[in-house]
């Protein structure tokens, strides 16, 4: 039985046994007692009709991602909402932000619903539609914010392109700045990376490949802090690549503006040096960059400059990733690697990664009633049970996703997701996606 | 060696091999009958993404007077027009029997993701702006026979002038002639200068008349004329009178020093003065050992070590 959102009910009790729970003030054993959807006790010798095992473990809130391309409706040969969000789960995702460049894009409420209706059949975790903020993405006319925001929509971006027009963007934080919505930038100024392949650098000019420099990002980060300067609005700032792109954001915070940031995994860990094989899966937008941009970014997500952790997950065929280089289209999966990256390649301390995991995205996405909450008696049970040390060697061919394109395949990392629970159904259980087990209530379905 | 993908794919012993069999090939060129039986019943595919005229007839004509069976692909002519995929083409051509592929793309990396489709040789033919390593083995070749030293170009001074931004021959003779020992020293405006390429051995500038009295070879790059249109120059003659070949600048030049071009020429931009009245040109010569340097390489990769003749 499923009530509203797909909460259990009927009083079966899950207990997750023997973990470490992670909430702010620190890690702590404890057993987490879950009921009807909710966090029912935490502590002790707790007993449950079913017992979920934790040994080893964290128990955190579910991981938020802030930025994942689910390519439905439009492109569903890549990824659909189904198969996205199942890795979603896989990777402890209790919730997604979808963005928006789909076909049709998400710039009206139809769109929008779309997307919501699917992602809820689904079941896997809940998929928060990202809004345009300029009509088909096309930087010209605002989208309607209010008729978005009316139906739920909290964060808008046109995301894949930066608002070039600098009068348009003006407008729309202006326009956005009493609706209770964040802007989301893509900082790219379009006319510096023409043609643009790779981070613009020894490595790209050794091999002859039209450069993508640092600047073109900087120069739109520099000029939407100094619009938010000018009128108060909140903004986020996607996928930072740069060195100079964390000093900006370290001084515009230190001047108490309203800015949020956020890191893609890949950018934490891979540098363009993985580029000289000339593979198309190393290519993404903003672009892998060098060791001293990797160390700019891994201490700013430590000091608190960038806030969140996400994915960018960009689902592409691999027919499409055998195309030469410059014509392969960017982007790479990043849902089921993004804890491990994280723990491997920044920081093993659990309350970090929550942190830039969960609880930050979740307030940046506006969703921070339901997700990124601590756990306590009453709480929600969107729940993420994780192994920091599991060493695991990420295979392409055993993913979820419906594409292939991780940059990952063959590495080793430390640290996995093991179970997940939304609303306190077990969406994900030892490392497998519960097929049966989304639409029903616990206890009455195995999972397989 | 199965590929040669890069001038990286080339040592000094390597190089000094390729250049003594281009000898030979040299002698066989200048016979009556320009043909020997190396390659007898091997298959050479010239396929080429990007038009080229002065390249393939090279690499065909090498194939050709080592007696192998040539087969030519080109975009034009080809499914490749009918969407079928780079990957799609090399596997088919494979099936029906290759030894050597001789690749050119107008994308950098493409004959480097073609050795995963095959069991044949790859030989780049020339790659976005990444590579062309027979011409950097032809022109290091060409300087050595014109200034007889050997097989090595150490302490020879050459000057790399133009477009070394979107040049793969640029990046192909930068890297062998360094490594051969010459001084190298490139002469281009800022916006065609790619980041990140001084080391030792190279050195730049944008003053090209202090250059010209000093070079043992003046390697003049082409500079494409969509450049221009790119917004990337400035306007009207300003490139030429700064970067171009003149009468003037010809006269600048040490009386032994020879200039060099890859070709095509773009006379009037880079090419102001008519090569045909330079003394040193060797422009004609880097043409003729382009098919020495091409039978050596094919030689090389599919070859017994036998001439045959």
Same mark, same amino acid.
């Given at each position: 039985m499923t009530k509203k959102n797909g909460a259990?009910?009927?009083?079966?009790?899950?207990?997750?046994?023997?973990?470490?729970?992670?909430?702010?003030?620190?890690?702590?054993?404890?057993?987490?007692?879950?009921?009807?959807?909710?966090?029912?006790?935490?502590?002790?010798?707790?007993t449950g009709d079913e017992i979920l095992d934790a040994a080893g473990c964290h128990v955190s809130s579910g991981f938020v991602d802030l930025h994942a391309h689910l390519r439905e409706p439009g492109r569903e040969e890549a990824e659909t909402i189904t198969t996205g969000t199942r890795a979603a789960a896989l990777?402890?995702?209790?919730?997604?932000?979808?963005?928006?460049?789909?076909?049709?894009?998400?710039? &009206?409420?139809?769109?929008?619903?779309?997307?919501?209706?699917?992602?809820?059949?689904?079941?896997? &975790?809940?998929?928060h539609p990202a809004g345009c903020i300029t009509v088909g993405r096309l930087g010209k006319v605002l989208a309607a914010f209010e008729t978005l925001a009316s139906v739920g929509v909290r964060i808008f971006t046109d995301d894949g392109n930066g608002v070039q027009d600098p009068l348009i963007m003006r407008r729309a934080l202006e326009y956005s700045r009493h609706l209770g919505i964040t802007l989301a930038q893509h900082c790219e100024v379009a006319r510096l990376t023409e043609g643009a392949v790779m981070h613009e650098g020894q490595c790209c000019s050794a091999m002859g490949v039209p450069g993508w420099p640092a600047i073109a990002e900087e120069l739109m980060l520099h000029r939407d802090i100094e619009l938010v300067r000018l009128t108060g609005a909140p903004m986020h700032f996607l996928h930072l690549s740069t060195a100079g792109s964390v000093d900006l954001v370290r001084r515009a915070k230190a001047d108490g503006l309203p800015v949020t940031a956020e890191v893609a995994p890949h950018h934490l860990a891979l540098t363009d040096e993985l580029l000289r094989g000339f593979d198309p899966v190393f290519k993404v937008n903003p672009p892998l960059r060098t060791a001293a941009d990797i160390a700019a970014l891994r201490a700013g997500l430590l000091d608190g400059t960038i806030d969140a952790v996400a994915t960018d997950h960009a689902p592409h065929p691999q027919h499409t990733k055998q195309m030469p280089l410059d014509s392969a289209p960017p982007g790479m999966l990043g849902l089921e690697t993004a804890l491990g990256v994280v723990l491997t390649a920044v920081s093993p301390d659990p309350v970090r990664v929550v942190e830039t995991m969960s609880w930050n995205p979740a307030r940046i996405a506006g969703i921070g009633a339901e997700h990124g909450r601590p756990i306590a008696r009453g709480e929600p049970a969107n729940?993420?049970?994780?192994?920091?040390?599991?060493?695991?060697?990420?295979?392409?061919?055993?993913?979820?996703?419906?594409?292939?394109?991780?940059?990952?395949?063959?590495?080793?990392?430390?640290?996995?997701?093991?179970?997940?629970?939304?609303?306190?159904?077990?969406?994900?259980?030892?490392?497998?996606?519960?097929?049966?087990?989304?639409s029903r209530s616990i206890g009455s379905g195995g999972g397989r | 060696m199965k590929h040669l993908l890069s001038t990286h794919d080339l040592d000094v012993p390597t190089v000094a091999a390729i250049m003594n069999v281009a000898d030979h090939m040299s002698e066989i060129n200048a016979r009556s009958v320009p043909k020997v039986p190396a390659l007898l019943g091997r298959t050479v595919a010239s396929v080429f993404f990007e038009d080229s005229t002065r390249t393939r007839v090279s690499f065909e004509t090498a194939a050709k007077r080592l007696s192998a069976d040539t087969m030519s692909f080109s975009a034009s002519t080809s499914s490749v027009n009918k969407g079928e995929s780079i990957r799609d083409t090399i596997e088919t051509l494979s099936a029906i029997g290759v030894d050597a592929f001789v690749v050119r793309h107008a994308s950098s990396g493409v004959p480097v993701s073609v050795t995963e489709w095959t069991d044949a040789s790859v030989v780049n033919a020339g790659d976005g702006w990444h590579q062309h390593p027979t011409q950097a083995l032809l022109d290091a070749y060409t300087i050595t026979r014109e200034l007889g030293t050997g097989n090595t170009l150490?302490?020879?001074?050459?000057a790399i002038v133009g477009d070394i931004k979107h040049s793969r021959v640029a990046r192909s003779n930068i890297d062998l002639f360094v490594r051969l020992g010459a001084r190298v020293?490139?002469?281009?405006?800022?916006?065609?200068?790619?980041?990140?390429?001084?080391?030792?051995?190279?050195?730049?500038?944008?003053?090209?008349?202090?250059?010209?009295?000093?070079?043992?070879?003046?390697?003049?790059?082409?500079?494409?004329?969509?450049?221009?249109?790119?917004?990337?120059?400035?306007v009207g003659g300003e490139y030429s009178a700064r970067?171009?070949?003149?009468?003037?600048?010809?006269?600048?030049?040490?009386?032994?020093?020879?200039?060099?071009?890859?070709?095509?020429?773009?006379?009037?931009?880079?090419?102001?003065?008519?090569?045909?009245?330079?003394?040193?040109?060797?422009?004609?010569?880097?043409?003729?050992?382009?098919?020495?340097?091409r039978m050596a390489v094919l030689f090389r990769l599919l070859g017994d070590g036998q001439l045959g003749a």
């Open positions: 259990t009910t009927g009083g079966r009790s899950i207990v997750i046994k023997g973990g470490t729970v992670v909430n702010r003030g620190g890690a702590a054993r404890a057993d987490v007692l879950v009921v009807d959807g909710l966090v029912s006790a935490v502590g002790e010798d707790l990777g402890g995702y209790t919730a997604v932000v979808a963005m928006p460049n789909t076909e049709p894009a998400q710039d &009206c409420p139809e769109v929008v619903a779309f997307v919501k209706a699917r992602a809820a059949e689904a079941g896997w &975790c809940d998929v729940l993420a049970v994780w192994d920091s040390s599991r060493v695991w060697t990420v295979d392409r061919a055993s993913l979820a996703s419906k594409s292939r394109n991780t940059p990952f395949h063959g590495m080793e990392l430390r640290g996995r997701n093991v179970h997940t629970l939304l609303r306190g159904r077990v969406t994900v259980r030892d490392g497998i996606a519960q097929e049966s087990g989304h | 150490a302490g020879v001074r050459v020293t490139l002469v281009a405006p800022g916006m065609l200068l790619p980041a990140g390429l001084a080391g030792p051995g190279i050195t730049v500038t944008d003053a090209l008349d202090d250059v010209l009295p000093d070079v043992e070879v003046l390697y003049m790059l082409r500079v494409q004329r969509e450049r221009m249109d790119a917004g990337l120059l400035p970067f171009g070949l003149d009468e003037r600048r010809a006269r600048m030049l040490s009386g032994d020093a020879i200039v060099m071009h890859p070709g095509p020429m773009n006379r009037g931009v880079e090419m102001v003065v008519d090569p045909a009245e330079l003394p040193g040109s060797r422009i004609l010569a880097q043409v003729r050992n382009g098919v020495s340097v």
